[in-house]
């Protein structure tokens, strides 16, 4: 059975958190440790993480990329799952990470949030403006379906192969972005809607939280480079394809 290390950044978000913690402590699959990557909190965080039992680690260099990463390297963990602190993930989330990432061949797995609160209209809004086109634009983008970092998971010795190529120290990378583009576009990543969690409804809060996030996500193919250039991807993955056809066989990790 895998051990599965859940990593979770949190900078001023106690009230989030909580409900992620107690939803984590609730998981149908026993969870090997919570890591808590306190990024600067001046609020009730780091308390709330160790009332929970979590490990607690400090981040004092801001940035979610940066907060991320170290928790990933700190996870002891066959399975790295990563939340955000406003994730609420169902029961059954955990084991059902651990069942798709059995699967012969599959790297890393993840799923779409969803509002926790609001009506049909920002339910409309979300899919429609924000989490649709991220899916659908980044997967066409990567040539695989991309990590959305509220509800993801990937094996540990994904990270160990591709940590020393993330960026870490950009505060203005979209840090799940920047994972995705790391992973080769020849290896198996599923999305499934059985990952869905509850998320807050903040990237709509307004305009300007909508442009930071669009902002940085052009920053972060920037800064891959030839990485992020789809033509590529795409060309990296047909070869591999055919090469897999016919041999019978797919790659793991590069």
């Not at 997967?139 to 998971?153: D, Q």
């Not at 591999?240 to 019978?248: I, N, P, T």
Request: charged share 20%; hydrophobic share 45%.
């Amino acid at each position: 059975m895998f051990l599965v290390s859940v990593v979770v950044p949190v900078l001023d978000d106690a009230e989030h958190l909580v409900r992620c913690l107690d939803a984590l402590a609730a998981q149908t699959h026993s969870v090997h440790e919570v890591v808590v990557v306190d990024n600067g909190s001046t609020d009730r965080s780091v308390e709330v993480a160790l009332a929970a039992g979590a490990t607690v680690l400090h981040e004092p260099v801001r940035g979610i990329a940066r907060a991320s990463a170290r928790g990933y390297d700190h996870a002891a963990g066959d399975v790295i799952a990563r939340l955000d602190a406003d994730s609420v993930p169902p029961p059954g989330w955990i084991a059902e990470a651990v069942r798709l990432l059995e699967t012969p061949g599959v790297v890393a797995v993840t799923g779409p949030g969803r509002p926790r609160h609001g009506g049909a209209v920002v339910r409309g809004v979300w899919s429609g403006l924000y989490m649709g086109p991220y899916f659908v634009l980044m997967w066409s983008a990567l040539g695989r379906p991309p990590l959305f970092g509220s509800a993801m998971a990937v094996h540990r010795a994904t990270w160990t192969a591709v940590r020393s190529r993330a960026h870490r120290d950009d505060p203005e990378v979209h840090d799940d972005v920047d994972l995705s583009m790391q992973l080769d576009p020849a290896w198996h990543v599923v999305a499934a809607r059985s990952l869905t969690v509850e998320v807050s409804a903040r990237p709509l809060s307004g305009a300007a939280s909508m442009l930071r996030r669009t902002r940085r996500a052009f920053h972060t193919f920037r800064v891959n480079g030839r990485r992020a250039n789809p033509v590529r991807r795409w060309a990296r993955r047909g070869r591999v394809a055919l090469r897999a056809r016919a041999s019978g066989s797919w790659p793991h990790r590069r």
